[in-house]
């Protein structure tokens, strides 16, 4: 199959030509077409096909050089819609196929894969070890068991993205003005945002057949650093960031550097979005230097200066949707002297320089080292031979990752019991092994936040420590409980993914067409727990507020441990759920009631050693949703005009509602200390 000449008019489009029209015709994707050409071009660079310039743009070398690739494939004609993926399929698939032609031949990969070894490259590459995952590589070659990894690593099945994720951007760029209820109750939205954002993440991790996607884009989450705290609280930001790990983190280093310099939460974070000609920030330019391309020793005090000017310009549009911006005016056109180079320089040009130093090649292949081959034993003979495959590879992670799994250090003793368990490892990794998903599983962001690894929210620039800070004393005792809870949950066993995402989605509410089958009520609410689980219960009351008819007691699921852990400091620390109820035949009804039963307070030094509270956030009936923002509070606490906060025994009754489409996704109802309110719903 070859392409025709896109200058010969009279010659049915195929392949290129299809390539071109895609481009011509996806309006709004030029960015996401030039990171997919550019990814082709590297991809038939590594392969010998000449592409020309590794610049994203397609011409006549590209095209040229897809012909020839192409000439020696056997793929069937792609339609237009699917182009550019179908070619670059084909050409990562070419690629494994080129680096793991050799394996056969090294006799330490020619050992057959017993139990130790399964257990071994699945947690290592993963997170756990499966009963199918083990028997799917077990009694092959340890090479033909990393190429299921391998080939685990070039496709991704992703859950349902959060609901955020398709509303509309948020208008950060008017927070300041915003009175001061308003602006608390904006910055409540955001944190629950950034809870569904953790809830997702986890459920990603526990549900995907490609778990070894999970790990590294988890690995890339720690080196290039952002926090939500540090973003202004930027839910949005820290989702478009993560969604870049997972698009780039597997394909190449140097174009993941690039797209982390334009990255809007990198940017914000550290403070290069403020950075100017005239007084340019070093923060980034000092980070990007020591944290991510070179590491520390390989730079002096002067590069970090002249690298801070090469960056300036680099920001972000906060009134466009929190996009990149590079701004010409802010940036510096002076000459810099950047390692023995002087010129004007570009934020692109200088990173380029960085990379190009011997150290990069070799700071990040030690990083991935100790991220999965050893936390205690380097081999420097070893990290030097991979870091010259990462080099002679133009920084192209997959063939990293195939030296790193394929090394003999990788299957060695020492290497053995060598990384200590993330909590991240140590929970999902627990789940995934047994099949046991535990009823309350929407808080495991809460406890892994719990046992130091708080999802999106790392201590500082340089991320979680890991190692031996994973089992101080203290969080020892927390992962013995947590286990010991773990143990005590009695869950279903799931035996298959599909039984494993089923289970989920009903638990999450996410399956909404089942939930409004098996539920005619649904509740959404949060707990604080102390000595007990808050217990509730919904009622139906009809015009004169008698009940005609009441639930069974409810006790709250995946509430915070107001004793152990102290009160939730804002709604993102609270695990939000969903609870269904079915009256049956419904009777004639006008308000609608949540009660709070059995208050227990306090534990030593007050409330904050220990309370026991329910929050509840709307109640959903067929095309309504009554939010607790519109009802009545009454209860023994003060904060009536706060209704759907029961720090005390009581109820809310809610009269009001909101219509809203069948199934769409609802915004949440926050609790801004003072009042509730809706933010919007989302059509």
């Given at each position: ?542 015009s004169n507020r008698r009940t005609v008819w009441r639930s069974e007691r409810t006790r709250a699921l995946g509430g915070l441990d107001t004793m152990r852990f102290g009160r939730a400091e804002n709604a993102a620390d609270l695990i939000w759920q969903e609870a269904g109820f079915n009256p049956g035949e419904i009777p004639d009804w006008q308000h609608v009631q949540v009660t709070f039963m059995i208050d227990h307070c306090c534990g030593l030094g007050g409330s904050n050693g220990g309370d026991r509270n329910l929050f509840v956030d709307w109640i959903r009936f067929g095309d309504n949703v009554y939010p607790a923002a519109l009802g009545v509070q009454n209860s023994s606490c003060s904060n009536v005009d706060a209704p759907g906060a029961l720090y005390c025994q009581g109820s809310v009754t809610i009269s009001d509602s909101i219509s809203v489409q069948q199934g769409v996704s609802l915004a949440r109802a926050a609790d801004i200390g003072n009042r509730l309110h809706v933010e919007r719903?989302?059509?």
């Amino acid at each position: 199959m070859t392409f025709q000449s896109a200058r010969n008019p009279s010659v049915i489009p195929t392949f290129a030509m299809l390539v071109l029209l895609v481009l011509q015709l996806a309006a709004g994707k030029a960015h996401s077409d030039s990171e997919t050409i550019e990814i082709i071009q590297r991809r038939l660079a590594l392969q010998e096909f000449q592409p020309g310039p590794i610049d994203g743009l397609w011409g006549r070398r590209t095209e040229s050089a897809a012909n020839a690739f192409l000439a020696t494939q056997d793929v069937a004609n792609p339609s237009s819609r699917d182009a550019l993926d179908k070619l670059r399929d084909t050409l990562d698939l070419a690629w494994l196929k080129i680096l793991t032609q050799a394996d056969q031949d090294q006799p330490h990969l020619q050992t057959l894969v017993d139990l130790s070894d399964a257990r071994h490259l699945l947690e290592r590459s993963g997170f756990g070890a499966d009963a199918s995952s083990v028997t799917e590589i077990l009694g092959l070659s340890r090479a033909e068991a990393i190429a299921v990894i391998l080939r685990g690593y070039l496709s991704s099945e992703m859950v349902d993205l959060p609901p955020f994720a398709e509303a509309p951007v948020p208008p950060y760029w008017l927070r300041s003005d915003l009175l001061d209820p308003d602006r608390d109750g904006f910055n409540m939205d955001r944190g629950k945002e950034l809870s569904e954002l953790c809830v997702w993440w986890v459920r990603q991790m526990i549900e995907t057949p490609t778990p070894q996607v999970e790990r590294i884009v988890l690995f890339w989450q720690n080196h290039f650093v952002s926090s939500y705290a540090g973003v202004d609280e930027m839910s949005n930001a820290m989702l478009a960031q993560h969604q870049t790990f997972r698009r780039l983190g597997l394909v190449n280093f140097r174009m993941l550097a690039q797209a982390m310099l334009r990255d809007p939460a990198l940017l914000i974070y550290l403070d290069n979005d403020d950075s100017r000609r005239e007084h340019p920030n070093e923060n980034l330019a000092r980070e990007m230097m020591e944290l991510f391309v070179l590491g520390e020793g390989n730079f002096d005090e002067a590069s970090v200066r002249e690298l801070a000017r090469a960056f300036t310009g680099n920001g972000v549009n906060r009134m466009r949707d929190m996009q990149f911006a590079f701004r010409p005016w802010d940036h510096y056109t002076g000459s810099i002297t950047l390692f023995g180079r002087r010129g004007r320089l570009s934020p692109a040009a200088a990173l380029y320089l960085l990379l190009e130093q011997p150290a990069a090649a070799r700071f990040v292949t030690r990083k991935l080292w100790r991220h999965m081959v050893s936390e205690f034993s380097e081999n420097e003979e070893e990290i030097t031979r991979l870091s010259d495959v990462l080099r002679e590879n133009d920084f192209d992670l997959l063939a990293l990752l195939h030296a790193i799994l394929t090394s003999p250090a990788f299957w060695s003793q020492d290497a053995i019991g060598t990384v200590v368990k993330s909590p991240v490892d140590l929970l999902v990794g627990t789940i995934r092994t047994t099949g046991h998903v535990p009823n309350n599983w929407q808080s495991l962001p809460l406890n892994l936040s719990n046992l130091g690894q708080d999802l999106f929210s790392p201590p500082n620039v340089a991320g979680w420590p890991g190692g031996t800070n994973w089992i101080s004393p203290g969080l020892l005792l927390r992962r013995q409980d947590m286990m010991a809870a773990f143990g005590a949950d009695n869950p279903e066993a799931l035996p298959t993914s599909s039984g494993m995402t089923s289970m989920m989605a009903e638990q999450n509410g996410m399956m909404a067409g089942d939930m409004e089958r098996q539920a005619e009520f649904v509740v959404r609410y949060a707990a604080e727990d102390f000595e007990g689980a808050p217990i509730f219960q919904l009622s139906l009351l009809d015009s004169n507020r008698r009940t005609v008819w009441r639930s069974e007691r409810t006790r709250a699921l995946g509430g915070l441990d107001t004793m152990r852990f102290g009160r939730a400091e804002n709604a993102a620390d609270l695990i939000w759920q969903e609870a269904g109820f079915n009256p049956g035949e419904i009777p004639d009804w006008q308000h609608v009631q949540v009660t709070f039963m059995i208050d227990h307070c306090c534990g030593l030094g007050g409330s904050n050693g220990g309370d026991r509270n329910l929050f509840v956030d709307w109640i959903r009936f067929g095309d309504n949703v009554y939010p607790a923002a519109l009802g009545v509070q009454n209860s023994s606490c003060s904060n009536v005009d706060a209704p759907g906060a029961l720090y005390c025994q009581g109820s809310v009754t809610i009269s009001d509602s909101i219509s809203v489409q069948q199934g769409v996704s609802l915004a949440r109802a926050a609790d801004i200390g003072n009042r509730l309110h809706v933010e919007r719903a989302v059509y």
